[in-house]
């Protein structure tokens, strides 16, 4: 059993849910305590955050940072849940659709947009999971969320059959649908589309360099300590000890972090203290940590 409070960054695999590899790390590092930043859907693979006991707390602020994605949009056919673990709802030939078309579609979904997330989505509706009533033959409608794509570079289109396929990276904001990006550009294009393939290789600082695929964490669980994670993941300020004091206690002190947002502080021997944010001329807590 550990007590260290820490990250634990998974290579997830194809197969399991988010939910699963949370069982998995709970199970290795011997604490209930365990949760993760952003779920991924059975098909996808690549960077899941975990976090452990104190750790968990850091979870929902790291939510908010940026991520990154390998995916495969498959033009020429629509599916019930916009991927490829969904019923065949139509099927067009995309031969005629150019590359020149493709590139101009994404293009479009670039900067700040609306997005309607996939209906089969974790989000909740009148307290159940999206997915769940689609799942038992509900129609779900969801409303549009702002989001931000930082960009969509296409690395390959593909045609075989009158199916296109078209690898891209996508950087984008947390809440974005990479599902909803092909569904969107099959609307575009008047052909269909769904998402066949997907890997996110990046949450913020932590990308697959430093993830650890279930096998090798099986071997050694790999944890990431509080502090450190703290000082990759926010802007950091080393504090006196009159001031690590205060702190300690989430009592606004007299400093300008230099920044908004988030700022990581830290005692003087490196312990990680808390978050805290500027308020005015003074800094306040957002969470703290000991």
Same mark, same amino acid.
């Given at each position: 059993?550990?007590?260290?409070? +820490?990250?634990?960054?998974?290579?997830? %695999?194809?197969? %399991?849910?988010?939910?699963? *590899?949370?069982?998995?790390?709970?199970?290795?590092?011997?604490?209930?305590?365990?949760?993760?930043?952003?779920?991924?859907?059975?098909?996808?693979?690549?960077?899941? @955050?975990?976090?452990?006991?104190?750790?968990?707390?850091?979870?929902?602020?790291?939510?908010?940072?940026?991520?990154?994605?390998?995916?495969?949009?498959?033009?020429?056919?629509?599916?019930?849940?916009?991927?490829?673990?969904?019923?065949?709802?139509? $099927?067009?030939?995309?031969?005629?659709?150019?590359?020149?078309? @493709?590139?101009?579609?994404?293009?479009?979904?670039? +900067?700040?947009?609306?997005?309607? %997330? !996939?209906?089969?989505?974790?989000?909740?509706?009148?307290?159940?999971?999206?997915?769940?009533?689609?799942?038992?033959?509900?129609?779900?409608?969801?409303?549009?969320?702002?989001?931000?794509?930082? !960009?969509?570079? @296409?690395?390959?289109?593909?045609?075989? $059959? +009158?199916?296109?396929?078209?690898?891209?990276?996508?950087?984008?904001?947390?809440?974005?649908?990479?599902?909803?990006?092909?569904?969107?550009?099959?609307? *575009?294009?008047?052909?269909?589309?769904?998402?066949?393939?997907?890997?996110?290789? $990046?949450? +913020?600082?932590?990308?697959? $360099? *430093?993830?650890?695929?279930?096998?090798?964490?099986?071997?050694?669980?790999?944890?990431?300590?509080?502090?450190?994670?703290?000082?990759?993941?926010?802007?950091?300020?080393?504090?006196?000890?009159?001031?690590?004091?205060? @702190?300690?206690?989430?009592?606004?002190?007299?400093?300008?972090?230099?920044?908004?947002?988030?700022?990581?502080?830290?005692?003087?021997?490196?312990?990680?203290?808390?978050?805290?944010?500027?308020?005015?001329?003074?800094?306040?807590?957002?969470?703290?940590? *000991?």
């Amino acid at each position: 059993m550990t007590t260290e409070s +820490g990250l634990v960054v998974v290579d997830k %695999p194809a197969g %399991p849910t988010s939910h699963d *590899v949370v069982a998995q790390v709970r199970r290795l590092a011997g604490t209930r305590k365990v949760g993760h930043a952003g779920t991924l859907d059975p098909m996808a693979t690549g960077v899941l @955050v975990v976090g452990l006991n104190r750790a968990t707390r850091l979870l929902g602020h790291l939510l908010l940072t940026d991520k990154a994605y390998d995916a495969t949009l498959r033009l020429g056919i629509a599916t019930t849940t916009d991927d490829a673990e969904g019923d065949v709802l139509a $099927a067009v030939p995309a031969d005629a659709v150019t590359d020149e078309a @493709v590139r101009a579609g994404l293009a479009d979904m670039v +900067g700040e947009i609306e997005q309607v %997330p !996939s209906s089969v989505s974790a989000i909740k509706v009148d307290g159940r999971r999206a997915y769940d009533l689609v799942r038992a033959g509900e129609e779900v409608e969801l409303a549009a969320r702002r989001v931000r794509i930082e !960009s969509i570079d @296409v690395q390959a289109v593909r045609r075989d $059959a +009158g199916i296109v396929d078209v690898d891209v990276v996508v950087r984008c904001s947390s809440g974005t649908y990479i599902r909803a990006i092909a569904r969107d550009l099959g609307d *575009v294009l008047g052909v269909g589309a769904h998402l066949t393939a997907l890997r996110r290789t $990046a949450v +913020g600082p932590f990308d697959l $360099a *430093v993830a650890r695929t279930l096998e090798e964490l099986e071997e050694e669980l790999t944890i990431l300590p509080i502090a450190e994670a703290a000082r990759m993941s926010f802007p950091s300020v080393d504090l006196s000890a009159d001031r690590a004091t205060d @702190v300690r206690f989430g009592r606004k002190i007299d400093l300008a972090l230099g920044g908004d947002g988030p700022h990581a502080l830290f005692a003087p021997d490196g312990e990680f203290l808390a978050l805290y944010e500027q308020a005015a001329e003074q800094a306040r807590a957002v969470a703290v940590f *000991v």
